[in-house]
């Protein structure tokens, strides 16, 4: 069998559920999840120190746990957990609404990556419901990197996809065969099958990005013009 098409349900961590709601999408195999391209991208690569950042604009910070989480809940039982973060410039604080799961999720001294938009309440800095990430952050594939969006089915998540894709290109590494001879790639500016394929996904930068957008676009045309000339033929023949 070719590895393109082992079904999605042998990559780790995509069980029975997460598969039926990936077909729903159209994805059953990994030669599928590599080709549904991302609808969009978000640089998440930069981190700010906490003094540096402004109210109304989204950043990545990286910061040291302080303390324990703090929850209550309004008159209309709204959820509202609080969190203060720091590092070796400032403190920010961090507010989720109705999740439970938050107040066990980290403890002191954790160091952790958070995304979100900052606002000024008083003269604090908050982060409401930021995105996260701990444990190895080197090996994110939600932040710190230029991050892909796809478009979703209810059931699955931004990080469900990216985890699944990012799986899929591990088993592929470096396997795919290039319908493109070198000489005619060099000749069009093309870049390699493999280089576009991670790049399309997961780009190592904006440059790159753009030579994985131009191979997949010369491509696209590529294979249209070749059908068109096959029928044409086909209709020639038919005619004799």
Known sequence: MSILNIPVQSIKGIGLVKAKLLKKLGLNTIGDLLEYYPRGYKDKSVITQIKDLKPEESYTVKARIAGKAQESRTKSRLIITKLSAFDNTGKLN??????????????????????????????????????????????????????????????????????????????????????????????YGLSEINFCINNIHFPESLDKLELARKRLIFEEFFMMQSGLIHIKKMNNEGKK
């Open 94 to 187: 961090l507010v989720w609404f109705n999740n439970r799961y938050i107040k066990n999720t980290f403890k002191e001294g954790d160091l952790v990556l958070f995304h979100g938009k900052i606002k000024r309440i008083g003269k604090d800095l908050v982060m409401e419901t930021p995105e996260y990430e701990r444990g190895s952050i080197g090996s994110s594939v939600n932040l710190l990197r230029i991050v892909p969006y796809y478009s979703l089915t209810e059931g699955l998540t931004q990080k469900d996809i990216r985890k699944g894709v990012y799986t899929a290109l591990q088993h592929i590494k470096e396997k795919l065969t290039d319908v493109f001879p070198e000489e005619l790639r060099k000749k």
